[in-house]
């Protein structure tokens, strides 16, 4: 390591250029620079080869070109990325280095330059002291220190070696220039005097450039161009720049450069001239009460302009008071190199203390208070609350009352103190009811501002049942309890609450009311009792009652029993009537004061009974003039009551006049719809009521005589009345027309989806009971049934389709005994039995089973698979059948006997029996 190293100053600076600073200041426009004037670090003593120290960083706008840098010390290089790293290891750096490092862009003719400086570790502060000399001797004695005169290097001529170069010496590095700042002159003040060899051979003239020379900020150094003389014209502020690079220039007389231009580096020498500034006036911490000693509070930090590697700049901090000094003055310490505080002792209370204020100091010159600047903050240490303090009731009783049926009523206010932050979860009370109130009557609600709970009936209360109720409270933070804490045990009350009784209004016990009655019941009927309780069992009271709703004004209710009779017919059919419900209200109100009513329902199910004929419908149609096979008329019938007093409905024409019967027929479609259709070929055109007799299924049966008016016109291909389809097209426009087609189509498929629903009905309807009793009947009488058909043509029947098909003889494999039923088969026919002599008219019943099972096993008797017709015979009788009986008579018998036949002989007995009174 040369000379010029060795004599640097103790710590090493990087500054950039003027230009670079600048550029910091303001990002916009982009400036190509170093991002600091100046870089400093500590290093060891003992370096490695190739080692790294550092790394400057240099910002390039034009991302696309390369950056190069150089070092001005050969011991210490730099590589493209930025980074300072050792050329070659020294064994022991006992003093600071400083040099320059330079960055060049490709192309770009400008240079930019920063300043590095190594301090070692540990090393021995300045030999200059303010306690030693002042700052004038200081100032004196460094500028004295300079170098008077810095020589031009050398030239080293080159000389040939054959047809080589002969290698070149390198020069001497120029030790750096070191000023001190804030000296007070006289200025300008000679610094160094610059030299050349030739200048005593000729003329010469010397010249600077470089920032603070030729470029700004100019004018602050300047040279003889005569002597060589090197001044500096004012005081430097190493604050505002701590380093500069100029070049130094010899020509001669005409202008023309005599020597290589040589590079002078001034570095500004620091002193104490900054106090430390803190970053805040005031600043702002927390801790916890009850946090233990040690506990981490805040931090305040302070900045030194001066040189943070010396004295000047090392800045060491110290709590100057504390305000209050509860439990005890010093309840907290600072780190002096860190500016972290901290606690020192335990107790800190924010029930007692809820915020501290310190007075703390920086001062430079490492702490030194002789002879450092100091400045002063404020640092304000709030302490944040823990659950240390359990609520506690204000008293060990609370009381209330509260109406019975009330409900969203606040009965009690219940009070709790807590000395914890207000409106903190650790103050925020929560209320609950531990016992006396197992049916969940009461709840209890917080008000968020008070802190209050509020006891409030969530569910009504009963005066007969509960007169009064005892309830245990507990009261408890939303936080919980801090470690270590206990509840306090005037965390728990009792609460009192009285049940005051007001005037309950009367309540039916079946509320709606249903009963059943069959309409029609005539006016005075009794329907039921619809009686009223009023639940104040302990106030004898009277009870009264009134009709409140009567829409068909039905009813009548008895104002002391609540007996309700009728004023007028129920009518199922009525408009009044829903779903076959009828609905009615009834008031019942006390005497008390003031006086309560209640309000019940009456729901009168009313039964249908047969009250309603049936109507033809439709009441009017149209048929053609002569019959077509289409031209037929469907009619139907409707009926206000309810099955079973509907369908199926039975049509009839009446049997006058005749001419009725002769042009007209009605043939059965279903249960509910019928065709009439004319008889005859043809009828003369015009209109006709016919008069048809409906009937419906009621017991009793009931029935109606109904006209239809039929038009009779003459139809064309289609079955249409031509007149009245010419009249139509006359008045109607094709729209309308269209538009009557689709409703009758409509219609139409409504009618048919109403047929087949009412066929399925009918056919799962039961067999009808017969009109008149069998018992008492025993005449042949002509009756009517509900089977379908009834015309002549409904009698063609085709019975080939009952029989077996011969081809599926040889597919069905027939067992022994088994014979098709379907023919009369061809065997022997049974013989029957003879009727004896009788000697006892008992015999007559062996007689009948006898014949009975010979009838039975007859192969050839019929049916077989054919349509029969049988007259009605009745039912009820305890004899057999007597179908197969040889009923011929031979001589007189005793008929007497057939008395014990039952009812259907007891008639014959009259007749034939009597003896000699014939």
């Known amino acids: 390591m040369n000379a010029g190293c060795v004599a640097v100053a103790c710590t090493l600076f990087v500054a950039a250029s003027w230009g670079s600073k600048a550029g910091l200041s303001a990002k916009p426009p982009c400036r190509s620079g170093f991002s600091q004037n ?29 950056v190069g840098f150089v070092s001005s010390d050969p011991d210490f290089g730099v590589r493209p990325d930025g980074v300072v790293y050792a050329e070659r290891e020294s064994a022991n750096l006992s003093e600071p280095v400083q040099f320059m490092v330079t960055a060049r862009e490709l192309f770009d003719p400008r240079v930019w330059e920063t300043t590095v400086k190594l301090a070692p570790a540990g090393h021995p502060r300045p030999p200059l002291a303010l306690t030693e000399v002042s700052i004038e001797e200081m100032l004196s004695r460094v500028l004295d220190s300079l170098p008077r005169v810095i020589r031009f290097p050398r030239k080293h001529p080159r000389s040939s070696l054959g047809n080589g170069l002969r290698r070149q010496k390198r020069d001497w590095v120029i030790p750096p220039i070191n000023v001190p700042e804030n000296s007070r002159g006289p200025f300008p003040h000679m610094l160094v005097r610059i030299r050349s060899d030739q200048d005593k051979d000729a003329g010469i003239r010397y010249s600077i450039t470089g920032a603070g020379a030729d470029q700004p900020p100019s004018g602050i150094y300047n040279i003889d161009p005569i002597s060589g003389n090197m001044f500096v014209t004012q005081p430097l502020d190493r604050e505002e720049r701590a380093s500069f690079h100029l070049r130094a220039h010899a020509v001669d007389m005409n202008g023309n450069q005599v020597e290589n231009p040589i590079d002078l580096y001034i570095y500004v020498i620091d002193m104490n001239d900054n106090r430390p500034e803190f970053k805040n006036q005031v600043y702002n911490g927390s801790v916890a ?28 901090y110290r709590i100057l008071s504390q305000t209050p000094h509860s439990p005890i003055p010093n309840m907290f310490t600072i780190n002096s190199e860190t500016g972290d505080i901290v606690t020192v002792a335990a107790g800190l209370d924010r029930e007692k203390v809820s915020q501290y204020t310190i007075i703390v100091q920086a001062t430079d010159m490492e702490g030194n208070l002789n002879f450092g600047l100091s400045n002063t903050a404020t640092a304000l240490i709030s302490m944040t609350d823990i659950n240390d303090n359990p609520p506690e009731l204000t008293v060990r009783t609370f009381s209330g009352e509260v109406p019975e049926n009330k409900v969203n009523v606040v009965v009690a206010n219940l009070t ?57 409270v507990v009261v408890s933070n939303q936080a919980h309890l801090a470690s270590g804490i206990q509840s306090s045990l005037q965390s728990t009350a009792g609460v009192t609450i009285s049940v005051q009784d ?13 009963i059943r009655f069959e309409e029609g019941v005539p006016a005075g009927t009794t329907l039921t009792v619809f009686s009223a309780q009023d639940p104040d069992h302990f106030v004898h009271q009277i009870v009264r009652y009134s009709k409140l709703s009567d829409p068909a004004n039905w009813l009548r209710i008895n104002r002391t029993n609540g007996q309700i009779t009728t004023v007028a017919q129920l009518d199922r059919e009525s408009t009044y009537v829903k779903n076959n419900v009828y609905e009615a209200t009834f008031l019942a109100f006390d005497n008390g004061s003031p006086q309560a009513s209640g309000t019940g329902t009456l729901q009168i199910y ?48 009446p049997s006058s006049p005749p001419s009725l019967r002769r042009n007209w027929t009605i043939t059965r479609l279903s249960g509910d719809h019928a065709q009439l259709r004319l008889r005859i070929p043809y009828l003369e055109a015009g209109v006709y009521e016919i008069p048809i007799t409906v009937s419906d299924s009621g017991n009793p049966q009931l029935s109606n005589r109904s006209l239809i008016r039929i038009k009779v016109c003459p139809c064309d291909d289609n079955g249409d009345c031509s007149a009245t389809g010419a009249v139509a097209a006359a008045g109607l426009g094709t729209g309308a027309i269209i538009a009557i087609l689709i409703c009758i189509i409509v219609l139409l498929s409504m009618v048919l989806l109403f047929v087949v629903w009412m066929k399925r009905r009918e056919k799962e309807k039961q067999a009808k009971p017969l009109l008149i009793d069998p018992e008492d009947d025993v005449r042949d009488n002509i009756l009517k049934y509900d089977e379908e058909g009834g015309g002549e043509e409904d009698q063609d029947y085709d019975l080939s389709q009952l029989q077996q098909p011969e081809s599926l003889e040889h597919i069905i494999n027939k067992p022994a005994g088994v014979r098709r039923v379907d023919e009369r088969p061809v065997v022997p026919e049974s013989q029957f039995p003879v009727r004896p002599s009788l000697p006892h008219p008992g015999d007559i019943g062996d007689f009948i089973h006898d014949g009975l099972r010979a009838a039975d096993n007859d192969p050839a008797a019929p049916p077989y698979d054919s349509l029969l017709v049988f007259d009605y015979e009745g039912n009820g009788s305890t004899a057999g059948s007597v179908s197969s009986l040889n009923s011929a008579s031979s001589g007189d018998q005793d008929y007497d006997y057939l008395n014990d036949w039952g009812p259907r002989f007891k008639k014959l007995a009259d007749l034939y029996g009597g003896g000699d009174d014939d």
């Open 38 to 66: 100046f870089y400093t670090v500590l290093v060891p003593r003992v370096v490695l080869h190739g080692q790294n120290l550092l790394k400057v960083t240099f910002e390039e706008c034009r991302r696309s070109r390369e």
């Open 289 to 316: 009460e009850g946090s233990k000693p040690g506990s981490s509070v805040m931090q305040v930090t302070a900045s030194d302009s001066d040189d943070s590697t010396t004295a000047n700049g090392m800045v060491r």
């Open 416 to 472: 709790a103190v807590d000395r914890d932050q207000p409106h903190s979860p650790n103050w925020n009370a929560v209320y609950r009811i531990v016992s006396g109130d197992p049916s969940g009557h009461f709840a209890i609600r917080t008000n968020a501002a008070t802190n209050e709970g509020m006891l409030t009936v969530v569910k009504p209360v009963d005066f007969e049942m509960n007169r009064a109720f005892m309830l245990t």
């Open 502 to 514: 007001v005037n309950e209004p009367p309540v039916f016990p079946v509320n709606p009311k249903t």
């Open 606 to 653: 009313l039964i249908d009974v047969n009250d309603n004929p049936p109507a033809l419908i439709p009441a009017e149609a149209q048929a053609c003039q002569r019959a077509r096979p289409n031209s037929r008329i469907n009619i139907s019938a409707s009926d206000a009551d309810s099955d079973p007093n509907v369908g199926p409905f039975g049509f009839e024409l």
